[in-house]
């Protein structure tokens, strides 16, 4: 609604950046968030959303500029601890531990090793099927809230899944607020529907 709120938004956003790197993939939520209500047509509605959020997405550009110059030849930045596997799927192991983690609450201290978490288990494979099971009815009819919240939850944590020998807890702080918004929207409609 005013001309300078983007801009404090987007100086936000490089000093979350400039703090720790998991605030990278912060736009792709912010532009579901940014995405307009009302009916029309698609391209038009996704030319506004990008407009409203556009000082944030330069900010993304710098900041992914700045770690990949800081990078260079390097194969980690912050010492061996954070070294990097791109592989699909070794990322998707980790994403499935992290799943875990999530919901698995037998183990008051997972990470006491930071041991990055092996998906490979029933407790990562149950909660990746339900997920699924849940993008399935996302796609067919689910509100922009649960959108934005499985956006945030996946881009938030998708910045820590190349860390190949470094995992915590706390990685999943952020990215939970969105699973917490997904939740939330989800008992609000059974409860609807269920009085």
Do not use: N
């Amino acid at each position: 609604a005013s001309r300078w709120r983007p801009w404090l938004s987007a100086a936000l956003c490089a000093l979350a950046l400039g703090a720790k790197e998991t605030g990278a993939l912060l736009v792709v939520p912010m532009l579901v968030a940014a995405w307009p209500d009302e009916a029309g047509r698609w391209p038009g509605r996704l030319r506004r959303a990008v407009a409203a959020i556009m000082p944030q997405l330069l900010v993304a550009f710098g900041g992914a500029v700045a770690l990949s110059a800081a990078l260079g030849t390097r194969r980690h930045l912050g010492g061996p601890a954070y070294a990097t596997d791109l592989a699909p799927l070794s990322m998707l192991g980790r994403l499935l531990g992290y799943l875990r983690w999530a919901f698995d609450w037998s183990d008051s201290i997972p990470d006491r090793v930071a041991v990055v978490p092996s998906g490979a288990d029933a407790g990562g494979i149950a909660v990746a099927v339900a997920a699924g099971l849940f993008a399935v009815l996302l796609v067919r009819g689910g509100r922009r809230t649960e959108w934005l919240g499985t956006l945030w939850f996946l881009s938030l944590i998708a910045t820590v899944l190349p860390l190949r020998s470094h995992a915590y807890l706390y990685y999943l702080y952020v990215p939970w607020a969105g699973a917490c918004l997904v939740l939330a929207s989800l008992v609000s409609r059974i409860a609807v529907r269920w009085p």
